[in-house]
């Protein structure tokens, strides 16, 4: 659905986005991860076409920006982090203007209140934009976003200054969303991030240091995964029942618990699923697992881990 290669923007001798390439499938929840100042909303607006890029191409359901810009446009609905609201104006006057103004071929009434619905806003048509909360005004942005049905959303920190409340009802919308939409949705805030997007691109400098599925992100930097287990029983024998499981790469002790029970880290290698076999390699030798969790590093581990190296090399280089 989006294509993105090479994508430069340089302004004089300072590189914003550096060479960057990737690709957000149709139906895909993609998290633009970075710290403030790695170039995520500079990508997003050559995305949109808001701004033009040094180099490289973008190109959306088929169409390139540069050929077939108003193609491309017509395909993005795009709220950036400010959202471009007349706030004189009512809720619906606005959404009206805004469906007038990008040219949507949809029955007017019917589809400007199907949004108001989606979004939730119905309660607050009728009154004046400049008199509504930070939250409201959040959602009458993603609305006209939302105008026409376009096939990608492009959402630029969508849930900056809001409340707690305000953020689970925004993430709860973009997941929805997120069923009929391809959507590209940029924070730097983790917690958003791993709960919303399938899968994480981080960027740091400008330029993409990973790009992973959610849940694979932690275990792909470190090339390892772990696991963490309380078990009852001698901990000879359990260290000798575990260590001959296919995939193990290295156990450990971490404490005991109790006088029978210990707790243990298992390291083994990325891609594979080892807990069937260490249930039954403990069940075997008549020892008990009381708990097992994940012990990988967290996403925000892994994320100022990516940074911190990508940062450390632009030093060594002398880059900053």
Request: proline residues 3%; positive net charge.
């Amino acid at each position: 659905m989006v294509e993105v290669k090479n994508l430069t923007k340089r302004y004089g001798n300072m590189t914003v986005v550096d060479n960057i390439s990737f690709s957000v499938g149709s139906g895909e929840i993609l998290g633009f991860l970075g710290p403030n100042g790695a170039g995520k909303s500079t990508t997003m607006n050559m995305i949109t076409g808001y701004i033009s890029s040094s180099s490289g191409t973008v190109t959306v359901n088929g169409a390139e920006i540069l050929d077939n810009p108003k193609k491309v446009k017509s395909n993005i609905g795009y709220l950036p982090e400010i959202p471009p609201l007349y706030i004189d104006m009512t809720v619906k006057k606005y959404l009206e203007f805004m469906f007038d103004l990008k040219k949507v071929r949809l029955p007017k009434k019917e589809h400007i209140d199907e949004v108001m619905r989606l979004v939730k806003i119905t309660d607050v048509s009728q009154r004046i934009i400049k008199h509504l909360s930070k939250g409201y005004r959040q959602r009458v942005g993603f609305a006209q976003a939302l105008l026409g049905n376009p096939p990608v959303l492009i959402l630029d920190e969508p849930t900056v200054g809001l409340d707690p409340q305000q953020i689970i009802e925004i993430r709860s919308l973009i997941k929805s969303l997120g069923k009929k939409h391809t959507v590209i949705f940029s924070s730097h805030v983790l917690s958003e991030i791993s709960a919303t997007c399938d899968r994480i691109i981080v960027i740091s400098n400008g330029k993409i240091v990973a790009d992973e599925k959610t849940e694979n992100l932690s275990s792909s930097i470190s090339g390892e995964q772990k696991l963490k287990l309380d078990i009852e029983g001698a901990s000879g024998t359990v260290l000798s029942a575990l260590k001959v499981i296919p995939g193990v790469l290295k156990i450990r002790k971490q404490r005991d618990i109790s006088d029978k029970v210990g707790r243990y880290i298992i390291e083994y290698q990325n891609g594979v699923d080892i807990r069937r076999n260490v249930f039954k390699a403990v069940a075997s030798c008549d020892c008990v697992i009381l708990d097992m969790q994940s012990g990988n590093e967290t996403l925000e581990d892994s994320f100022l881990k990516l940074v911190s190296e990508d940062q450390t090399k632009d030093y060594a280089g002398g880059v900053r």
